[in-house]
């Protein structure tokens, strides 16, 4: 019989039941992918974390994958942060920043001021695209300001005000045929820099409730835009969160807090 720890920490926010949440299962080695894809889909949240220690001689700490309940995604800010926020309370990593390999390349997790954490990620530029009949069909809201994110997986749909991102209301049913393209809706904000919203029902997540990896595509988009470098987002789901970004030349700084909910132990026959 094998047993795995287990965390569930909610990132963007300091309050339980706010923010997203994220499964963290820090393991010694690497499991089969169909093992890790089933704990994923038992754990049925919109990521699950998995955490392998790297060898001593290696720039990173350690080896991160991030799975949805039907997929392993390329990248993960909020699973991210969840997985440093275990490390640094849970596990009695002493230093001041953990590094991860990833699908994305190396990122890395700083401890900041007053309890929050900042992610190190790449900025990923974005470039214009024909509006998708589907996408337009299922979100009757979108403009001619539509942008894919060539470095990842996702259309990003600029709309008028924050209000219209509020209420949108897009037909999951259709946005599922997209397969793995998900759909990043955004708007300038009422009491911050920008707004936004990500659906991606293709790969299990209907809507997920704060997404740091977008942010990668979002803070260059809205930095140019602004004109300014450090910016305040908020994700307008029902649960709600806030994150700090900041451009700096090629890489995106996001921080956010995280509130801890629960441990536990999964067994395996």
């Known amino acids: 019989m094998t047993r795995l720890p287990i965390y569930q920490v909610d990132a963007f926010t300091n309050e339980v039941f706010r923010g997203n949440p994220a499964a963290v299962m820090p393991l010694d080695q690497w499991l089969p992918d169909s093992l890790l894809q089933a704990l994923a889909r038992e754990n049925n949240l919109s990521e699950t974390a998995f955490l392998v ?16 309940p039907t997929a392993e995604v390329p990248l993960c ?58 996408l337009r069909k299922a979100l009757p809201e979108t403009r001619n300001l539509v942008f894919e994110v060539p470095g990842d997986t996702n259309y990003l749909v600029v709309l008028d005000d924050a209000e219209s991102v509020r209420q949108a209301c897009p037909d999951l049913r259709l946005l599922a045929q997209l397969g793995s393209q998900g759909v990043i ?25 704060v997404t740091g990896s977008i942010h990668s595509a979002l803070t260059p988009y809205w930095a140019e835009r602004l004109g300014k470098q450090q910016l305040l987002a908020r994700q307008l789901s029902a649960r709600g969160g806030e994150l ?19 441990e536990g132990m999964v067994v395996l026959p």
């Open 53 to 68: 220690p790297e060898p001593e001689d290696s720039e990173t700490d350690y080896h991160i994958r991030w799975l949805t």
């Open 77 to 134: 800010g909020h699973a991210t942060l969840a997985s440093a926020w275990v490390l640094f309370n849970k596990t009695g990593w002493q230093g001041d920043q953990v590094r991860f390999r990833s699908l994305s390349g190396p990122l890395g997790v700083n401890r900041g001021k007053e309890g929050w954490l900042e992610l190190d990620f790449p900025a990923l530029g974005i470039r214009p695209l024909a509006v998708p009949d589907l």
């Open 185 to 209: 809706i955004t708007a300038p904000g009422e009491n911050c820099d920008f707004v936004s919203r990500y659906f991606a029902p293709g790969v299990g997540i209907d809507e997920d409730p």
């Open 244 to 262: 700090r970004c900041e451009l700096t030349g090629d890489r995106v700084r996001i921080a956010g807090q995280a509130a801890f909910y629960m």
